[in-house]
């Protein structure tokens, strides 16, 4: 059973930056394409951005498109996403997520490609 746990959320200022982790347990974490989601009060789970298993192919939301950067170590399990330029409309839970066993260099962008999910972790940008 995969296990997915997301960290690094909190209360920062428009224009800051935060980083998130995502921690792997319970499967071969290199075999994982994985990704970021996110969910505002009201609305529904959107994608952020998503990396292949072997980190050659990665794809970001326009929305935010040069300003977070998605990462993976496959030694340590964990996958990241930093997040740079901030503003209020980045406010809401994300999500990190896991598609098992995908095409070599393939990323998914849709919730429902993904079997696996964190619990969220909050992040809150104040204007």
């Known amino acids: 059973q995969v296990q997915l746990v997301e960290s690094g959320g909190g209360l920062v200022q428009s224009g800051g930056s935060l980083r998130l982790s995502c921690t792997a347990s319970?499967?071969?974490?290199?075999?994982?394409?994985m990704a970021w989601f996110r969910q505002a009060p009201g609305k529904e789970r959107e994608f952020v951005a998503a990396?292949?298993?072997?980190?050659?192919?990665?794809t970001y939301a326009d929305s935010v498109k040069g300003r977070f950067t998605i990462s993976r170590d496959n030694a340590k399990n964990t996958v990241s996403l930093e997040m740079n330029s901030l503003k209020s409309e980045d406010t809401a839970v994300y999500y990190c997520?896991?598609?098992?066993?995908?095409?070599?260099?393939?990323?998914?962008?849709?919730?429902?490609?993904?079997?696996?999910w964190g619990q969220g972790t909050q992040v809150t940008v104040s204007s």
């Open positions: 997520a896991a598609h098992l066993y995908p095409g070599i260099g393939t990323v998914y962008l849709r919730t429902n490609e993904y079997g696996y």
């Open positions: 990396i292949s298993r072997s980190t050659d192919s990665t």
């Open positions: 319970g499967g071969t974490f290199s075999r994982y394409a």
